[in-house]
DNA sequence: AGCACA
């Protein structure tokens, strides 16, 4: 009994994620993959553009084929930003990696030459290194693998779920929530007041009101729509309230 | 739909 293989291509320490969401800032959507995609162990790099070509897809390096796979596995069909993620091995080798095992040769520049030009031909780019199957380096520095379940925990997705129907497992997960033009403010200081949060909030355009949530730790803040929302929420994440309290912020839910 | 590397 041979089972569908989990990709038609040879495990690669570089996922290829496509179908994601495209009106999402491309900055965003870079972090909250790594936020998601690191429960699996060890990220290089993540490679993500919003060029027309290459709007929608992200390249995910690992560190170990083994997370790769995992999170290949786990995170197929996730919801992210709204959008399933189609995920699977990449094709060929990251620069990174290939840089990191010394196989990494200069990209050839697309020159198109003038005689090709006539011709409407552009300079084929020699394909740089092999994507020869992730030559897994055996020593490598390996952070534990958090186990499948945790991720579960932290972003309350069932692989399971996805295989009969992928659409029905809707919930939205922590911190990948669609775009909202209100924000969800957490982890604030005790002594935050609302004066205090409208100071903070209202540098960024469109700052309408906040509502702090008493004794919750937890506000609310509006902005005119969702794409101002989104500059506070890049602007103030992580800000530093105190010295050890950090604001946590993420769109609220609809 | 689209496999890049700034």
């Known amino acids: 009994m041979s089972r569908k293989p989990l990709s038609d291509l040879p495990p690669n320490?570089?996922?290829?994620?496509?179908?994601?969401n495209d009106k999402i800032n491309v900055e965003t959507v870079k972090k909250s993959l790594r936020e998601v995609f690191a429960a699996f162990g060890g990220?290089?790099?993540?490679?993500?553009?919003?060029?027309?070509?290459?709007?929608?897809?992200?390249w995910i390096i690992f560190?170990?084929?083994s997370a790769a796979t995992n999170a290949l596995k786990s995170?197929?069909?996730f919801p992210f930003y709204n959008k399933p993620m189609r995920i699977n091995y990449a094709k060929t080798k990251s620069d990174a990696v290939a840089k990191a095992d010394g196989t990494y040769v200069e990209r050839p520049k697309k020159i198109v030459k003038r005689e090709d030009l006539r011709k409407g031909k552009t300079a084929t780019p020699?394909?740089?290194?092999?994507?020869?199957?992730?030559?897994?380096?055996?020593?490598?520095?390996?952070?534990?693998t958090p186990s499948q379940k945790s991720i579960q925990d932290r972003i309350g997705w069932n692989p399971q779920q996805t295989v009969t129907a992928p659409k029905a497992v809707a919930a939205k997960p922590t911190g990948v929530t669609e775009p909202n033009k209100t924000l969800f403010v957490e982890n604030l200081p005790s002594e935050a007041t609302d004066t205090m949060l409208s100071m903070l909030f209202r540098q960024y355009p469109g700052f309408q009101e906040v509502r702090l949530i008493p004794g919750r730790n937890v506000a609310f803040v509006d902005y005119?729509?969702?794409?101002?929302a989104g500059m506070a929420m890049q602007g103030l994440q992580g800000f530093a309230m105190t010295p050890e309290v950090k604001l946590s912020l993420s769109y609220a839910r609809k």
Not at 13 to 20: D, G
Not at 224 to 228: A, D, F
């Open 224 to 228: 005119q729509n969702e794409y101002q």
């Open 63 to 65: 560190k170990e084929v």
């Open 126 to 144: 020699a394909p740089a290194a092999s994507a020869a199957p992730a030559a897994a380096k055996p020593a490598e520095a390996s952070k534990p």
């Open 43 to 58: 990220i290089t790099d993540i490679v993500a553009m919003k060029s027309l070509k290459r709007r929608g897809q992200a």
């Open 75 to 77: 995170l197929q069909g």
């Open 13 to 20: 320490l570089t996922l290829y994620v496509n179908n994601l």
